[in-house]
């Protein structure tokens, strides 16, 4: 561990992309993202990195996916109105097979909003976002430390997959300042840029899964001469219009990230060895929401909590264990009710499962939330 | 000098654009610009966007990029600074530069960032079908302007002077073999070049407005583009209905890539 040192979340993210590879920054200024690209102005050419200020939110994803095609390792950060322009080049990084990653600093909207008061209400666009069927990596962190551990995982991931990962920080976290004592980089372990597994003689072709589902497309300028499109494409990179080669990319694209789905769904348990309600929770409700769950237990109720980083792939398996564990959960998200339905659907039925949204520009107070456990106990009582 | 024919994925072709179309014509002249500069089939790029040109870069044996509609210069800035030893090289239509892709225009021309664009003007949304573009002339038929277009058009070659670019160059799908020196200057130049080619659609355009076979337009594009000195002396009146061709403009600034390589240095990053 290095020195402590008092952080901000936006910085922390930007940090963290940097140990873990990044080397290409493009954006567009945004409240309140804007920390992430002067992090990045400052601090990537120190490492012989880049830094570029686009024209707008669309070029600041298109930048960066070229530059992972020329083989950097390349990151955005926006919030709601730039996350909106984005969606239709996060979709070419799906169907591309381009490693990206996406940080979202979520703040009120729709549109221009209550700026930049701070929600959680882009938990669905993450998922959904753009036209068309594709899988969607999206982690959230809790802590300015935990800002600079996600951005690493999801730097990894995406070269790892090659695909686009979203971060979605939210403005309580994202502005928040914190004591953190960061890993020394040889702690950090760092997913490589895959290469191609076969020279061009012994029949290499760009987009031929490996055993991971995964394809190797080369990067530009290293003699293999790829072709990369937005089309659905075969093995050769090249355009298919066959229904066959349609489906088995599809199906792909979906697999690839299914077959991780356990490895990559991250989550903490706190007092849940005999909780009969649950909190589940993200982000910086997750922190109010812990302490409400410690004040509730200090006054005797049997309450637990599960803070969820992994938002996308939904934890599916650890929400139907959690329904046969208590009889209510309860959900408190910082929008008009997003990620309960997903809670709901995996609960079927199996505990009472409750929405407590928030979306009046304000943050929770621990209160709110201890209330509505309290409602929650009562009801599931009866 | 390099056989041209072999800078194409021969197993790709026939290419998918209409009979008389002028794109083939541009793609040749681009070929042969970089079989007549020699460049490192492997350390050169060709990015495209959306659109009937844009599909040329799935024709041309290099590394090729075809991107989202109008994104083509974001992309290809994006390769140049991650790699600034690669070639750049981007193809684009009229819809796709001057339209969805107009801002990224602009900017990518501000910054003289070492990219090579080649715009093919057809005047019009061929591939989805004639609609009316950014470039399509006043009093021209399209399948959204059926009764005329009343919108004034762009001339891109002006935008890209205004906007900054230090090579500015027009030729046509009739001037085959001067355009091809157009496009090799071009990618000599270290910074931002344009070339915008005027190419026939017979198919969506010329047959909605009565402008003859494909050979037919050709030899009108013989008689609007005229050499820039010959343009230049000419009355306001009789420049009406013609177009300067050649090299237009050149300028000298500093390249984005080559200063944001100083930045690297004065921030200690080369020794990184």
């Known amino acids: 561990m290095s020195e402590a040192r008092l952080m901000q979340g936006n910085e922390a993210c930007a940090e963290g992309a940097v140990a873990a590879g990044v080397r290409f920054f493009g954006g567009y200024p945004i409240t309140p993202s804007t920390e992430i690209a002067e992090y990045m102005a400052v601090n990537l050419p120190k490492v012989g990195g880049t830094f570029i200020q686009m024209e707008d939110e669309i070029a600041g994803i298109g930048v960066v996916l070229g530059a992972s095609l020329a083989g950097k390792k390349a990151l955005t950060a926006t919030s709601g109105p730039g996350f909106s322009l984005k969606q239709e080049l996060i979709g070419y990084a799906a169907i591309a097979e381009i490693p990206v990653v996406i940080v979202n600093v979520q703040r009120m909207g729709p549109s221009t909003g209550q700026p930049t008061s701070p929600a959680q209400a882009d938990i669905m666009q993450a998922r959904w976002g753009t036209h068309g069927d594709h899988p969607m990596i999206a982690l959230s962190p809790w802590t300015v430390r935990e800002s600079f551990d996600v951005a690493i995982k999801a730097v990894n991931y995406a070269e790892r997959f090659r695909t686009p990962v979203i971060i979605l920080l939210d403005e309580v976290v994202g502005h928040m300042r914190e004591r953190v004592e960061l890993p020394q980089a040889h702690e950090i372990e760092i997913y490589p840029r895959r290469v191609p597994d076969k020279t061009k003689a012994q029949g290499y072709k760009p987009y031929t899964p490996m055993e991971d589902l995964v394809p190797n497309p080369a990067d530009f300028g290293t003699g293999y001469r790829i072709h990369c499109t937005g089309l659905v494409h075969d093995e050769t990179g090249f355009p298919s219009g066959s229904p066959s080669i349609t489906e088995q990319t599809i199906e792909r694209l979906h697999e690839k990230i299914a077959r991780v789905q356990e490895e990559i769904t991250h989550y903490d348990e706190f007092f849940m060895d005999d909780a009969e309600i649950a909190v589940v929770a993200f982000g910086g409700t997750a922190r109010t929401a812990y302490a409400a769950v410690e004040a509730a237990r200090s006054a005797g109720r049997k309450v637990g909590m599960i803070r969820i980083m992994t938002i996308w792939p939904f934890a599916d398996s650890v929400m139907r264990n959690l329904a046969k564990r208590v009889k209510g959960i309860l959900v408190p998200e910082m929008n008009y009710g997003q990620y309960v339905y997903e809670v709901e659907r995996a609960a079927a039925g199996q505990a009472k499962v409750v929405s407590l949204p928030k979306y009046n520009s304000e943050v929770f107070t621990p209160d709110e939330i201890g209330q509505a456990i309290e409602e929650l106990a009562a009801e599931v009582a009866e | ?272």
């Open chain 2, 1 to 272: 000098m390099k056989d041209y024919e072999s800078l194409f994925r021969t197993n790709r072709l026939p290419h998918i654009w209409c009979p008389g179309c002028g794109h083939g014509i541009a793609m040749k002249a681009l070929a042969k610009a970089i079989a007549k500069l020699d460049l490192d089939q492997d350390k050169t790029v060709i990015v495209s966007g959306i659109g009937c040109s844009s599909r040329a870069s799935g024709y041309m044996d290099f590394d090729t990029l075809h991107t989202a509609h109008g994104r083509a210069l974001p992309f290809a800035t994006g390769i140049k600074l991650a790699n600034p030893e690669l070639n750049v090289i981007v193809i684009t239509g009229d819809g796709d530069c001057m339209a969805i892709g107009g801002n990224h225009f602009i900017h990518a021309a501000r910054r003289n960032i070492d990219l090579t664009v080649l715009l093919f003007n057809n005047n019009i949304y061929g591939m989805t079908g004639g609609q009316a573009s950014p470039l399509t002339p006043v009093d021209k038929k399209a399948t959204t302007a059926p009764y005329g277009t009343f919108d004034r058009p762009f001339n891109p070659c002006e935008v890209a002077k205004t906007a900054g670019a230090t090579y500015i160059a027009r030729g046509t799908a009739f001037h085959a073999a001067p355009l091809v020196d157009l496009i090799a200057q071009g990618i000599q130049n270290k910074g931002f070049s344009f070339v915008e080619t005027l190419v026939q659609c017979p198919t969506s355009y010329g047959r909605r407005n009565k402008m003859g076979s494909a050979a037919a337009m050709l030899k009108d594009m013989s008689e609007t583009v005229i050499p820039l000195a010959a343009y230049n002396k000419l009355s306001p009146e009789e420049r009406n209905g013609k177009l300067p061709g050649g090299v237009l403009h050149t300028d000298i600034f500093p390249e984005y890539a080559a200063e944001y390589a100083k930045i690297i240095t004065r921030a200690g990053g080369d020794k990184a």
